[in-house]
């Protein structure tokens, strides 16, 4: 079963305009955490922001945000004031618990944002 | 501070040949991770390191994947022999204690003909 779902394969935004990158997870644990990644199309992998299962607040990083809904399982990540390099392909990803209290993170499929001029 | 290193960054290779892939962690990072991506699969964990032990392979593709880690400074995957299924670019990712924060190597590009 897909753990983690970005059905927007696709997003164009006006620069200087809001976006919001839609993800959600399925988990049955109670601690998990929740990542944004971007990768433009240099291709190496940024880490934007991470979100814990147990935070309270949304966590906000500079221009990004994410909005956290536990109950909804989604961890939607907000880009304000889109620039011209936020264009590349966004991955959202939850660590997971594997067996002797290790853990590892999965990946969705992305998101490929384009920001227009 | 150097971030993570990858070599070589773009490997042209023929079908059966052993192909090698190398990684260099962010020092003081005990956490290394070999992830594979593909347009089909997307970002695939193959196999994480934690103090130098390998922590979970189920990534693994099949036997001619392996993977070792014989210090913290160093690790290599190694696929023999290649097949043209196995291009894709690999990357490496370490992180210090916990897994929130990876920060990923440039990516190797692997080309199998």
């Known amino acids: 079963a897909q753990k983690i779902t970005q059905t927007q394969p696709g997003m164009f935004v006006q620069e200087k305009e809001a976006v919001t990158l839609d993800c959600t997870y399925d988990?049955?644990?109670?601690?998990?955490?929740l990542f944004w990644y971007k990768q433009p199309s240099s291709g190496e992998m940024i880490f934007l922001i991470y979100q814990g299962s147990y935070d309270e607040q949304n966590a906000t990083e500079g221009r990004y945000s994410l909005n956290f809904q536990k109950a909804r399982k989604s961890a939607n990540l907000v880009i304000s004031a889109s620039q011209l390099g936020d264009s590349a392909m966004y991955f959202c990803a939850m660590r997971e618990p594997l067996s002797g209290g290790y853990q590892k993170v999965t990946f969705g499929t992305g998101t490929k944002l384009q920001v227009i001029p | 501070d150097a971030g993570v290193i990858q070599s070589p960054r773009h490997e042209v290779t023929e079908m059966g040949q052993e192909v090698t892939l190398r990684c260099k962690p962010i020092s003081g990072h005990n956490s290394l991770f070999w992830y594979r991506q593909t347009m089909m699969r997307g970002l695939e964990l193959l196999i994480y390191?934690?103090?130098?032990?390998?922590?979970?392979d189920s990534g693994m593709p099949e036997d001619r994947f392996s993977a070792k880690m014989p210090n913290a400074s160093f690790s290599t995957l190694k696929i023999q022999p290649s097949e043209p299924r196995d291009s894709a670019v690999y990357f490496c990712?370490?992180?210090?204690?916990?897994?929130?924060?990876?920060?990923f190597g440039p990516g190797t590009r692997l080309l199998v003909l």
């Open positions: 390191f934690n103090n130098n032990v390998p922590i979970d």
């Open positions: 990712a370490s992180s210090f204690r916990t897994v929130e924060t990876q920060y």
């Open positions: 988990t049955s644990d109670q601690s998990y955490g």
